[in-house]
């Protein structure tokens, strides 16, 4: 009985330190034969691939900013949102870097607006004037989610926490 479940065990072991490929049963459900991600599908609702989501459909940890373009919505924003990130060393490292990327090349590593892309794009007013300080926290944020005449929207590149983070960022410019 004991050299019985030796061997079997023996075998388990073995089984496992090989390096022969092993036999694959049904092997088509396997390798199942898979569709490119963008093209059309005989089998979903929409006929594509990647489905597209159901409407209203909210991402995993995103939230939704309901707040339109144009300087009436910016003036809500800026009445209604607060920075709901708070102001650590970590968070003014993050919004420095952050900064650097996306807003220097227009605002300029100080905020005062000789970016290397100034003067062939329109010159920005200084982020350290009096305009700019008087901007509340979710006004800026609006700024830099949908765009402001001739600022673009950074919506996409910048993530919600990110923008908040380079709020801190541009107040300690302003301080
Ligand atoms: C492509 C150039 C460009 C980039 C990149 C850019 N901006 Fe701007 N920004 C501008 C211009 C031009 C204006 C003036 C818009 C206007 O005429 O209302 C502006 C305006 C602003 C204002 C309003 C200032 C005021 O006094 O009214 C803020 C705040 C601001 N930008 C922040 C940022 C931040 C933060 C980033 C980075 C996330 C950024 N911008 C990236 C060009 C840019």
Request: proline residues 9%; charged residues 20%.
């Amino acid at each position: 009985m004991r050299i019985a479940a030796s061997a079997i065990v023996l075998c388990l072991v073995a089984a496992c330190s090989s390096t022969k490929p092993r036999y694959e049963y049904a092997p088509n459900m396997v390798d199942s034969l898979a569709y490119e991600s963008f093209s059309p599908n005989p089998v979903t609702r929409d006929g594509k691939t990647m489905m597209a989501p159901a409407p209203g459909t909210i991402a995993r940890g995103a939230k939704p900013f309901r707040y339109g373009v144009g300087p009436g919505e910016a003036l809500r924003a800026g009445r209604e949102l607060v920075n709901p990130v708070e102001k650590t060393e970590a968070a003014l490292a993050r919004g420095q870097k952050v900064f650097g990327i996306f807003c220097t090349p227009c605002h300029g590593t100080r905020g005062l607006g000789d970016g290397p892309m100034i003067p062939s794009f329109s010159k920005p007013p200084s982020l350290l004037g009096e305009e700019a300080r008087s901007l509340p926290d979710g006004q800026i944020f609006h700024i830099i989610s949908r765009g402001q005449n001739k600022m673009g929207s950074h919506a996409t590149q910048i993530t919600p926490e990110d923008r908040w983070k380079v709020i801190h960022f541009v107040r300690s410019l302003q301080n």
